[in-house]
């Protein structure tokens, strides 16, 4: 077994051959390493044990791996006041200038290849034909200018609508009489990817609903990644959800509350996701073309100190999550962007394999995550959720993640970039 201590809020990630770690301050430390087998020992057997039935994939083509890129709401929200505020209102300025930075600034190259839009863009009124319209003075050259500039940049854009007659913000929502027309707008924009909210809406008819914007997207022809905020809405009313049905109408799709910018938001939507029972409903069906969204990444806004950015970062990475950053790329620290730009990390979130990482154990405050990779390595979080600040003593045991006792890896810090060594169960 592998032995660490950790500060209380402090965790460590462990990637198949891999060893990083992840420390935080006053409180709880995590760390993520990365096992891997050498190749003799490897059990050929793992492989079915590792692999849950998996099911079918919205048929698009699209998110054969976990999106990314950067999406406004969580920093910028619904700033409208362009006169007082013009560098950060909800403006084509802005998606401009953050796409200037994703392909300027290393970002596109590490898979960061999307800007999306939310909610406040459109005028409040539909034109004479029943189209959505952008608003006129904060996107006054218009959504296929914006696309025609990002596409050049090597940026793909993505837009926001809700089912429903509004959306949370009060613009024109997409009802069931619009879904065609919605299309083949976004469509006729050269869009790459559409979120779908579900503010004002009857939650009894999503299941019709969200499935027909689908597939008018894919009548239109043109590649659209579908996000859809679906089961959300019908967790939040209670009522039943078949995941399997979801995933096969939506690229990727929100299941819990919207992200806030503070640890104890990251710490909520981290116990949902750990829940057994949660991920045997939603977690069994990630995979290629679909993917849970546990929300967006805050690593580089106010919150979180430097150990937690690392730890959201990590956690998303190993849950397969779209990673998604809301910041503000023009003034981000030199610290939150190595976190982001971390190429080994990124790789656990781009496994092609595509397994949603999942929580093993629980003793106290001692989590033990893992996730199993194409390659058959296997990455680990240790995470001490104590906020106590007392030091703790982690045994990572193998067979808790897939492992035998007599089975040889060597493991890495991903963080650290550091080899650990080789060890066995």
Known sequence: PMKYGLESNQSRFVFGGCLFSINFAAGWQETMIMIKYYAVLLPLALVAVLQPQRAAALDNGLARTPPMGWLAWERFRCDLNCESDPENCISENLFLSMAKRLSEDGWVELGYNRVNIDDCWPSKDRDHEGRLVADPKRFPHGIKWLADQLHGMGVKLGIYEDYGTETCGGYPGTTMSDITTDAETFASWDIDMLKMDGCHSNTSTMNVGYPAIGAALNKTGRPILYSCSWPDYLRASNKPINYTFVAENCNMWRNYHDIQDSWESVYTILDYYGNDTNYEAFGKVAGPGNWNDPDMLIVGDFSLSYEQSKAQFAFWS???????????????????????????????????????????????????????????????????????????????????????????????????HEDMGTFTG
């Open 318 to 416: 190993l849950m397969a999550s779209p990673l998604f950053m809301s910041n503000d790329l023009r003034t981000i620290s030199v610290q939150a962007k190595e976190i982001l730009q971390n190429k080994e990390v990124i790789a656990i979130n781009q496994d092609p394999l595509g397994m949603q990482g999942y929580r093993v154990s629980q003793a106290g405050n001692l989590e033990v995550w893992c996730k199993e990779l194409q390659d058959k390595s296997v990455a680990v979080i240790l995470w001490n959720r104590s906020s106590g600040g007392m030091h703790a003593h982690m045994t990572l045991e193998f067979d808790k993640v897939g492992l035998k006792a007599t089975d040889k890896v060597s493991v890495r810090d991903l963080y650290e």
